[in-house]
């Protein structure tokens, strides 16, 4: 089998020739420590005075952006090749530089829905840029802001649909390329606002929650769309409903808000004949009958540091959803010793492989994953997870 | 104020009936009675107290402890007037902030609603915060307490650099420091020199309240 047939199969819930293993790599860190090469680090040119100003300009066109955007999954992409991975993620965002006085930089990306990100370097030197504020906490702001960026909406999924495009050409005669729509509507929904305020509207407001609800959901819709037009086979949506401890929102109220809207988005995924694997983090039990339900194909995470144990993830939903994940980013992948990884990956597997369904990855990726730990787990899978499984 | 009005004004908030508390500590602040407002103080930090514990045994969720939150913060902003008044010590100050590297703010968010609303003047360093800003904050504001939070395993290491700077500044001994978020243990946050680990909001606040009383 190859890694397409293998992916396939487990979504299938068949048992393939061996467990298949996916990467989420995609952070600059991982990846220069694979192939050696750094990423463009725009931080550092940001604060010299000429070349400052230079790159903030080149970095606001959209050709720019979409080409260091594209030549950061693609070093993402050959390391997952190189480390043997059957499938890795890919994930498109847009987003502006501002002159940002709040953040630390004194310069922020804005994104397309209403977050700003902040970029930093990390102690290595690698780039980061994360999710740090709401640009549109009120409601008028809102409105205000889906009003004036109207075009920045068409732009982002035609830039989505090129960018997923033109990495499947490129690399799925060597890897399965698995279309990482991402944040999804529930993020997209309180990022902009930010969480408490969000949760305030919730209860204060719900009739805008509800119309940010639907112009989120159609939004997704239109970039799922794209997402499929490149050619990908299986879907990512990404969403964190949970967080250490339970829920991130009371289930019922997530149902009330946002179950209609996943149900669109499985319906529209299905109906273009593919697969949809939903990404949560956070301890999420409570939600396992109704991603069942709303009828998505599988989940991704299952972080065990949020008490998330895959055979009990597997009894509570048998082989109604393929399960992806698991393994910890806390402390394994990090600095955990080859002998842990082995016992992890053997342990992940006797949960969750027998009769196929479950794909071999990392919990989540941050920046300190390490790429021997994780060359350690995929070699681990080759060992061990060859059907028909033993003991 | 009265028990029954007490028992009122806990009530309106277990039922996250923000226009039924607000109701009551308006008509609290508008006889300018401290008396009144402390009862109104502990009624609002008994309410959370259960709140704390429905969350922690999973019957409320997260944004039932955001929402009685947010209701408790602006019933205490409507009570400060009086409660600020120079002659009655408040609980004390604490500083806190997410360590450098680290965005997450919920948690710290929540932590600082519920230390607000027990009585602590809160400065709230934001997010991403480096070890100078913790330092100079705590040289600036003499707090009680410290409080970082830190939710990711490549910032944690951000910890232990925040207390040495402190024990070189020479005020480490005059300080308590707590410490919450989902990437840290008990085991790791006494290991690295902190007074305390958080495994919640509510409990973090019973922390530092059983601090500020026993100085
Ligand atoms: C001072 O005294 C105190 C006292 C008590 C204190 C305290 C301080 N601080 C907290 N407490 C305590 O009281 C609170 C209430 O009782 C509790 O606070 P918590 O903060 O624990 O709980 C909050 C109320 C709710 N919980 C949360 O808000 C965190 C939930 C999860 C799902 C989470 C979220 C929501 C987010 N994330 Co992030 N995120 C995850 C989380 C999964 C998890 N297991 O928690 C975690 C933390 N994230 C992770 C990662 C990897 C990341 N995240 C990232 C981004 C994000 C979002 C932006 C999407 C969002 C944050 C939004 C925000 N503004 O905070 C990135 C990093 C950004 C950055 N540099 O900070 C990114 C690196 C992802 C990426 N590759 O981009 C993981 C960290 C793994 C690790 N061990 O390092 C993670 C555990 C998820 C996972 N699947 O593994 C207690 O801990």
Redesign the pocket.
């Known amino acids: 089998m190859n890694f397409k047939e293998r992916i396939l199969t487990t979504l299938n819930h068949e048992e393939p020739d061996q467990i298949p293993v996916m990467g989420l790599i995609?952070?600059p860190s991982t990846v220069s420590q694979v192939t050696g090469k750094s990423a463009t680090n725009i931080v550092n040119f940001l604060d010299k005075p000429v070349l400052g100003k230079v790159a903030k300009g080149l970095v606001n066109t959209n050709w720019f952006w979409n080409r260091m955007y594209y030549g950061n999954f693609a070093l993402a992409m050959e390391s997952s090749i190189q480390l043997g991975f059957d499938a890795n993620w890919s994930i498109y965002a847009l987003m502006k530089l501002y002159e940002d006085p709040a953040s630390t930089l004194g310069t922020a990306m804005h994104d397309a829905y209403g977050r700003v990100w902040?970029m930093g370097t990390n102690d290595r030197g690698d780039l980061?840029v994360?999710?740090?504020?709401a640009l549109c906490p009120t409601e008028a702001e809102w409105e205000a802001w889906v009003d004036a960026k109207a075009p920045l909406f068409d732009q982002l999924v035609k830039n989505a649909t090129g960018f997923h495009k033109k990495l499947a050409d490129k690399y799925s005669h060597r890897i399965m390329p698995i279309g990482y729509a991402a944040?999804g509507i529930f993020?997209n929904s309180w990022?902009a606002i930010?969480?408490v305020n969000f949760t305030k509207l919730v209860y204060e407001n719900p009739e805008f929650v509800k119309r940010v609800v639907a112009f989120q959901t159609d939004l997704y819709l239109r970039y799922l769309e794209g997402v499929m037009d490149s050619g990908v086979e299986v879907v990512l949506g990404g969403d964190?409903l949970?967080?250490?401890?339970g829920p991130?929102m009371r289930p019922a109220l997530i149902d009330k808000f946002f179950g209609e809207s996943y149900r669109r988005v499985a319906e529209l995924v299905h109906s273009r004949g593919r697969k949809f694997i939903f990404h949560?983090?956070?301890?999420i039990y409570q939600f396992l009958d109704m991603f069942i339900d709303w009828g998505f194909d599988g989940i991704i995470?299952m972080?065990p540091?949020?008490d998330m144990d895959l055979a009990r993830v597997r009894e509570q939903v048998g082989h109604k959803l393929a399960l992806v994940g698991n393994l910890d980013?806390?402390h394994l992948l990090?600095r955990g010793s080859h002998k842990e990884v082995d016992q992890a990956v053997r342990d992940a597997i006797r949960a969750a492989g027998p009769g196929g369904g479950y794909i071999l990855s990392a919990?989540?990726?941050?920046?300190?994953v390490d790429a021997t730990r994780l060359q350690w787990m995929v070699e681990a899978a080759h060992e061990h997870g060859r059907y028909p499984l033993q003991g | 104020m009265s028990a029954q009005e007490m028992e009122k004004l806990k009530e309106a908030l277990l039922d996250l009936n923000k226009a039924g508390v607000l109701e009551v500590v308006s008509a609290t602040a508008t006889t300018a009675d401290l008396q009144a407002a402390k009862l109104a103080v502990e009624a609002i930090a008994g309410a959370l107290q259960v709140v704390?514990k429905r969350?922690q045994e999973g019957e409320w969720f997260?944004d039932e402890?955001?929402y009685s939150g947010e209701i408790a913060k602006q019933a205490m902003e409507k009570l400060s007037p009086i409660l600020c008044d120079e002659t009655q010590p408040t609980q004390g100050c604490v500083v806190?902030g997410?360590v450098f590297?680290?965005?997450?703010?919920?948690?710290?968010d929540?932590?600082i609603n519920f230390a607000t609303s027990a009585g602590f003047k809160v400065i709230d360093l934001g997010?991403?915060v480096s070890v100078e800003a913790f330092t100079k904050a705590v040289l600036e504001h003499q707090p009680v307490a410290l409080?970082?939070?830190?939710?990711?395993?490549?910032?944690?290491g951000g910890i232990p650099q925040v207390i040495q700077d402190l024990v070189e500044k020479g005020v480490r001994e005059s300080l308590k420091i707590?410490?919450?978020?989902?990437?840290?243990t008990e085991k790791f946050s006494l290991e690295v020199g902190a007074d305390a680990f958080?495994?919640?909001?509510?409990?973090?606040t019973d922390i530092i309240r059983a601090w500020s009383e026993g100085q």
């Open positions: 995609m952070d902040e980061s994360d999710y740090s504020r944040p993020e990022q930010g969480f964190d949970g967080q250490k401890t991130l949560s983090c956070g301890k995470t972080e540091t949020a980013v806390s990090v919990a989540h990726s941050h920046p300190y | 704390g969350f997260l402890l955001v806190i997410t590297g680290d965005l997450h703010d919920l948690g710290k929540i932590f997010v991403n409080g970082i939070s830190c939710l990711l395993t490549p910032a944690a707590i410490v919450g978020g989902a990437a840290l958080a495994p919640d909001a509510v409990t973090g």
